[in-house]
């Protein structure tokens, strides 16, 4: 497990903070990316918005493939060429 990354920022007077270099590089953000704050209780989380927004999407599509009866690459496959088959049909 890495170890956490522990700094302190000062809040500015339109609520801004800066986010430490080493923060930004864990997080692999860039000028212009977007972060999710999630607030609980006394803490807050900041994540990276396409991380977050992927795992929320896993999470909702959790159990999906089983439901649509995807146990296999063969039945991934077979999905992909019926797909297909509809796609040039149109």
Do not use: H
Request: glycine residues 6%.
């Amino acid at each position: 497990m890495n170890m956490p990354i522990i700094d302190t920022v000062k809040v500015m007077s339109k609520g801004q903070i800066t986010l430490p270099k080493d923060i930004r590089s864990s997080l692999r953000l860039s000028t212009g990316d977007r972060v999710t704050l999630i607030c609980e209780d006394d803490r807050v989380i900041l994540m990276n918005s396409a991380v977050y927004a992927m795992k929320m999407l896993q999470k909702e599509m959790e159990g999906e493939a089983e439901k649509a009866g995807i146990r296999t690459d063969d039945d991934i496959m077979e999905l992909v060429k019926d797909v297909r088959s509809e796609i040039e049909g149109l």
